[in-house]
């Protein structure tokens, strides 16, 4: 697939065309698994420019029709990416099927990907096959006695790591990712983070084994120094000390120099980035419910087919609701996919209800929240009536009135078996 594709319209990978050759970075990512000593995510202003932060988070319904209304005001964008504001791999499900709807809408566009590389490994053939031509990592150190200076954890699955075994850990899946993208003829990136006194002398040691593993460009970025992180208090390298970190990575491998330090929701030109004007588009585009057309009717996790009344994780059926007339009628019931099979149950049951545009649940995990976005039918956490909620998916109103989230994500109710995001 990326044999048609012009692979030098890549502003980032090719200095040349930055001033005609646009980005897009779709937010459909806000999880992340590891916690790095310089960052800090929970702050967004439209005026600041640093990895991170976005001014929402789209699913993957809603980040394609952001980025058909951002292509009709905004042409010269050739590239759609992914990078956050938490990790494309921490959140797989909403970053390959985002990958999947713009490969099949936007064929001529190339698609690429911003990553620490920890979750990558398990999705290398399915980013070939969509046609992934760039993927851009963050490689801080080869030397775990330095990254464990700039790693606070890493979680692998479930499991959380500190100390020297995150830094080995992250590592030993960065390479992997790497060689295996270069197997598969994927353009690689490395960006490693200038931290004074940190690994401002490991540079050369880094770009050496990176052009040892195949890597096609380093980015020497410099760390922005960011309130309540624990490298707050390092100033951010100044001009002389990024000058030489480059000069000596460069013995080893090309060096971007023109890097702006993208948002995840960063749009337009590398030097006339447009991600405050489009600002409103993307919170418009963030409350848009999935599309009508060939999802008639709604899904109700209820005890008696009245009330929304019953977590996912205990549901057994599913009532199936559509319109009738100037009411609603139930349409039929539907059994849930057995608990035992972790994340394929909740794919397994977003199939289930994929002519259907919502799901009506008085509680719901992480994990199939992600599959159900994913495939484009809303969920939408309730108390009360399904009629109440039934008005306001067919007939327009914000389901956030509707909603009434339990916090810890789990309802720990008489049933619950525990399969993935807390309970559901």
Not at 72 to 99: C, H, M, Q, W, Y
Not at 313 to 329: C, K, R, V
Request: hydrophobic fraction near 40%; glycine fraction near 10%.
């Amino acid at each position: 697939m990326t044999a048609r594709l012009d692979l030098t319209r890549h502003p980032c990978f090719n200095a040349e065309v930055k001033g005609e050759c646009g980005r897009i970075h779709l937010p459909v990512a806000p999880r992340c698994n590891i916690k790095c000593n310089y960052c800090n995510r929970k702050y967004d202003c439209v005026n600041e420019s640093r990895p991170g932060v976005a001014g929402g988070v789209l699913s993957p319904a809603q980040a394609v029709a952001y980025l058909e209304e951002v292509l009709e005001k905004e042409p010269r964008i050739s590239v759609v990416g992914i990078a956050g504001p938490g990790d494309p791999f921490a959140n797989p499900v909403e970053t390959l099927e985002t990958l999947r709807r713009v490969r099949e809408k936007f064929p001529h566009l190339l698609i690429c990907l911003a990553t620490n590389g920890l979750g990558l490994p398990p999705h290398l053939d399915e980013l070939a096959a969509i046609g992934v031509s760039h993927v851009t990592i963050t490689v801080n150190a080869v030397d775990p006695a330095i990254g464990e200076k700039i790693f606070a954890w890493v979680r692998d699955g479930k499991v959380i790591y500190r100390g020297v075994k995150a830094a080995e850990l992250l590592l030993q899946r960065q390479l992997e990712s790497i060689c295996g993208l270069k197997a598969r003829g994927i353009v690689v990136k490395v960006n490693f983070i200038v931290i004074p006194g940190i690994n401002d002398h490991h540079a050369e040691e880094v770009a050496r084994k990176m052009k040892e593993v195949g890597v096609d460009l380093l980015n020497c970025m410099p760390m922005y120094p960011n309130a309540d992180t624990v490298f707050e208090h390092i100033p951010e390298p100044d001009r002389e000390m990024l000058d030489g970190v480059r000069a000596t990575a460069e013995r080893h491998l090309p060096q971007m120099r023109h890097c702006t330090r993208c948002r995840a929701d960063a749009v337009g030109l590398l030097g006339e980035d447009r991600s405050a004007e489009f600002s409103g588009c993307l919170r418009k585009c963030s409350k848009l419910l999935p599309a009508a057309k060939n999802r008639p009717y709604v899904a109700v996790a209820t005890l008696e087919g009245i009330l929304v009344n019953q977590h996912l994780g205990e549901a057994t059926h599913l009532q199936i609701w559509g319109e009738n007339g100037d009411g609603y009628q139930l349409v039929e019931v539907r059994a849930t996919p057995k608990p035992g099979s972790g994340m394929r149950r909740w794919q397994q049951l977003a199939e289930l209800v994929a002519d259907c545009r919502a799901l009506l649940v008085s509680g719901i995990g992480d994990n199939p929240r992600q599959a159900l976005e994913a495939a484009g039918v809303l969920p939408v956490e309730m108390s009360g009536f399904i009629e109440s909620g039934l008005e306001v998916i067919y007939h327009g109103g914000s389901p956030e009135a509707l909603k009434q989230r339990r916090r810890g994500g789990c309802a720990k109710g008489a049933g619950c078996q525990g399969d993935g995001g807390g309970c559901g």
